[in-house]
């Protein structure tokens, strides 16, 4: 039989009392103490969903253009006798104020020979009256038949009669168009308005059709503001018969500065290409010659906030609480979450405008709980109403930002 060494013996020995040691430790350890853990539940603010009836605006952009704008143009040939001091780029001229003088020394001369004329046919028509009355009187002291009423009537000298009243017509109508000439040469400003360009100057001779300047009206201004098709139905077009319906409109320049204007037309047809309907907002003194303010100059770049119609049923949430799909968390009856879907207007801003998936008095989550999942439950912390949001100072409005040629 193999003997074993004494070092084994005394290795098992010592194995052998650890292993009963543990057991006897393991078999005396005491109960663990039983403690029950509180649920802790989120900590959120809600918003009590309000339908309201709101206004939904829309941005646009566009350039500044006169209302009138006029080429001035010769309606008489001859040379330049003299030019205004104000027909100059950038003067402002009043309603038929004389611009510049064409010579109108030929026009002259031809309106004493249409006088002439008109004196010679009245003179000739006297004489024919006068013959006419003694042919009348004879016909009565020596009554004689005639043929027909023509005979009778050239006995009358009716013919040689109406031939001197159709002569002295055509004296006057001349003696008409030579007065209209002779004031073509006076070119006058059609209306009050600041010179754009001056085409010609002292000396020069202009025919008949020669461009001479142009000039705009300085009572109305207007801008072309595009709106894409599928937000025309947060406006209200104007309707030319019926002065109320123009929206009022705000225009900004890049530093702040505002005028406000009125929505006056559209121009009824939808481009082909981006597909955007053309709106007119008129401005009243846009140079401020009547009125306080800072002048609105042709030309400038401006960016047009619209007044929209009132849209019925919509409910106002933040922006930053929709999640991913249009989702936004709920609270229901028993105080925990719930995905919702929802449907909003296309709109850019802190506020979205929520037609469908809402209704009143529904609890919207207001907090940010990435790591929630349906059926979390939540407490609340503060509520209000979403009609508040709105309100609020802070918020912002909702608008609709939209490049000018966006589709």
Not at 83 to 108: A, C, H, M, P
Not at 304 to 333: F, K, M, Y
């Amino acid at each position: 039989m193999l003997k074993l060494p004494k070092q084994a013996i005394v290795v098992a020995t010592i194995i052998g009392a650890a292993v009963i040691i543990a057991i006897t430790l393991f078999a005396l350890r005491p109960s663990p103490e039983q403690q029950e853990v509180a649920s802790h539940k989120l900590l959120i603010d809600v918003a009590i969903a309000h339908k309201q009836s709101l206004t939904i605006n829309v941005h646009s952009q566009g350039t500044v253009q006169p209302h009138t704008e006029t080429s001035l143009v010769a309606e008489v040939s001859g040379q330049v006798m003299e030019v205004s001091r104000n027909f100059e780029n950038g003067n402002l001229v009043e309603k038929g104020e004389i611009l510049l003088l064409i010579d109108d020394r030929t026009y002259r001369a031809e309106l004493k020979r249409a006088e002439a004329a008109v004196a010679t046919a009245h003179s000739n028509l006297l004489q024919e009256k006068g013959r006419a009355a003694v042919a009348r009187e004879d016909l009565k002291k020596y009554p004689r038949r005639h043929a027909n009423e023509d005979s009778r009537a050239l006995a009358l000298r009716l013919p040689q009669l109406n031939e001197a009243k159709a002569r002295l017509n055509s004296a006057l109508a001349d003696r008409r168009q030579a007065e209209i000439n002779l004031e073509r040469t006076k070119i006058r400003a059609p209306y009050r308005g600041m010179i754009k360009a001056r085409q010609v100057d002292l000396g020069q001779f202009v025919a008949t059709g020669s461009a001479l300047g142009q000039i705009f009206s300085v009572d109305t201004a207007e801008v072309r503001l595009p709106v894409p098709s599928d937000r025309l139905a947060y406006l209200q077009l104007p309707d030319p018969r019926d002065d109320s319906t123009q929206a009022d409109v705000i225009l900004e320049n890049d530093i702040g500065e505002r005028w406000p204007a009125k929505l006056v037309r559209n121009e009824g047809i939808l481009d082909e290409r981006s597909r955007v309907l053309f709106v007119v907002a008129q401005i009243a003194d846009p140079y401020r010659l009547d009125s306080d303010g800072k002048p609105l100059r042709n030309g400038s770049f401006v960016k047009a906030d619209i007044q929209g119609r009132s849209i019925a049923d919509l409910v106002a949430i933040p922006r930053h609480i929709l999640r991913t799909g249009n989702q936004l968390w709920v609270v229901d009856e028993n105080d925990t979450l719930r995905n919702r879907d929802i449907k909003a207007l296309r709109t850019e801003g802190k506020l979205v405008y929520v037609y469908e998936g809402l209704e009143s008095g529904d609890r919207i989550c207001l907090s940010s709980v990435p790591s929630a999942i349906s059926g979390t439950a939540v407490k609340i912390n503060t509520s209000l109403s979403t009609a508040e949001l709105v309100a609020t100072p802070s918020a912002e409005l909702a608008t609709i930002n939209e490049e000018p040629n966006a589709p």
